[in-house]
Nanobody, 120 residues
């Protein structure tokens, strides 16, 4: 059974940084595309960043140049480094996994989410 466990959320002031981690188990991590989504109160869940099996990345326009997604296949872990955080980045952040090597369609698996709060 696939499990995704996020960590690293918290409270930070605007302009600060946070690093999220997502540890995956129950599958061969290296063959799957991974990603991060977020959902703010009253809003739909939106994609933040995605990374293919081969390491190609894709970012939402709102986070380009500020966030970096990466993966360590040896540790079955995907990361999201968030810099220059803004209050509008406040949301629950979810780790996601696709069944294949690229992020085609919707993810098949989700983590439980971790809260990120950016104060102004």
């Amino acid at each position: 059974q696939v499990q995704l466990v996020e960590s690293g959320g918290g409270l930070v002031q605007a302009g600060g940084s946070l690093s999220l981690s997502c540890s995956a188990s129950g599958s061969i991590f290296s063959i799957n595309a991974m990603g991060w989504y977020r959902q703010a109160p009253g809003k739909q869940r939106e994609v933040v960043a995605r990374i293919t099996r081969g390491g190609s990345t894709n970012y939402a326009d709102s986070v380009k140049g500020r966030f970096t997604i990466s993966r360590n296949n040896a540790k079955n872990t995907v990361y999201l480094q968030m810099n220059s955080l803004k209050p509008e980045d406040t949301a629950v952040y979810y780790c996601a996994r696709w069944s294949g090597p690229i992020y085609s369609g919707s993810p098949g698996y989700w983590g439980q989410g971790t809260q990120v709060t950016v104060s102004s």
